[in-house]
């Protein structure tokens, strides 16, 4: 177990894709986000950035990981 970088929540990560994590955490539920966009997260600009990416996380679950590329990123904040 490792900690969720959205979050900070211990999740399960898969990280065997070295340009992007796959995370199944109890919070944020199942999604796979590339080194890029977890760099690129305005967390300066937004304090509450974490409670924002969590909403769309959720409202996007289907029955795979939900898939957060920098495009993404860029389109939530
Ligand atoms: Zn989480």
Redesign the pocket.
Known sequence: MAN?P??G?S?QIDNSNTHELKIT?S??AKFAITDVALNIIPKDIYPNWSQKLQEYIRMNQSSGFVEITAARIKAIF
């Open positions: 969720c959205v979050c929540n999740a955490c919070q944020c």
